[in-house]
């Protein structure tokens, strides 16, 4: 009886994956192949020659880019200070519940929250600063301010399984904390630390609602562009197009990076 259900169970497993597979790929696909096809006409180019001839959309991508790599060199360099802070520090229990608390609260906090919050609280800062003024400074403060619990799971996962071991193996040789830091710790974490910079990169650059709400005339992105364009017009240029397979397209190098960089660790 049990060996009859095999080939059913297999079967079964093997159209959910496909019907799974093709909900998630089959949009990109048809995107991508919107870019270069063109009715009547045949594959073509042209949409791609046009977007990289086009001001605006240069611009938004010089934004994004911006945007999502000084925000990301700054939320990392957070998230592993917090990480080995929150990690190596003798905190009490209950001092150290909280805290992961705190760590995972910006994750499964719905992104028009932190918006909302970030609008509020920027608007009540905007008096001491022109930071907080809507522009690309407060949208690299939003990205900061949700990247950083990203950064420092990570992180925080790759201290508990190194452990501490090597570190006190190098006090016991008389190192310094700067040199058990510089020459132990941070090596040790390297990939952790480049895959939580990978993956907050990406989260910048998907992110829409932050960057909407904190955003302002000169500093659009590439999300921000692309609904600005589809509300406005109701309909999908083939720019726009073209502008989406080549977003997917450097979102899917970037996790392709993170995967090969994770296996790389485990190998190790």
């Known amino acids: 009886m049990r060996r009859s259900l095999h080939p059913v169970m297999n079967t079964l497993t093997l159209g959910v994956a496909v019907v799974t597979l093709t909900l998630l790929y089959v949009p990109l696909i048809v995107v991508a192949c919107m870019s270069i096809y063109k009715p009547g006409k045949g594959f073509t ?28 060199v700054i939320a990392t360099a ?17 001092a150290r ?24 609280a920027f608007g009540m800062l905007k008096n001491l600063s022109t930071l907080f003024d809507p522009g690309l400074p407060a949208m690299i403060i939003g990205h900061v301010s949700f990247q950083i619990a990203f950064v420092a799971l990570v992180v925080q996962s790759r201290l508990a399984t190194i452990g501490r071991g090597l570190e006190e193996a190098a006090r016991d040789l008389y190192a310094s904390t700067w040199q058990v830091l510089w020459r132990v710790t941070v090596p040790m974490l390297a990939p952790a630390i480049v895959a939580g910079a990978i993956l ?17 005339a000169d500093s ?9 364009q589809v509300g406005r017009r109701k309909e999908i240029t083939p720019e726009m197009h073209a502008v989406a397979t080549l977003s997917v397209l450097v979102t899917v190098l970037l996790v392709i990076g993170l995967e090969r960089l994770t296996r790389r660790d485990e190998k190790q």
């Open 97 to 120: 519940a909280a805290y992961d608390l705190l760590l995972y609260l910006p994750v499964v906090t719905p992104d028009i929250i932190i918006a909302a919050a970030l609008l509020v």
């Open 78 to 94: 957070l998230g592993t200070m917090l990480a080995i802070g929150i990690h190596r520090f003798p905190w009490g229990r209950p």
């Open 220 to 228: 659009t992105t590439l999300p921000i562009l692309i609904y600005n």
């Open 200 to 216: 907050a990169i990406t989260l910048s650059l998907d992110d829409f609602i932050i960057s909407f709400f904190t955003h302002g």
């Open 45 to 72: 180019l042209a949409a791609y020659n046009r977007l990289f001839h086009n001001e605006a959309i240069l611009q938004a991508a010089l934004n994004t880019f911006l945007l999502a790599s000084i925000s990301t």
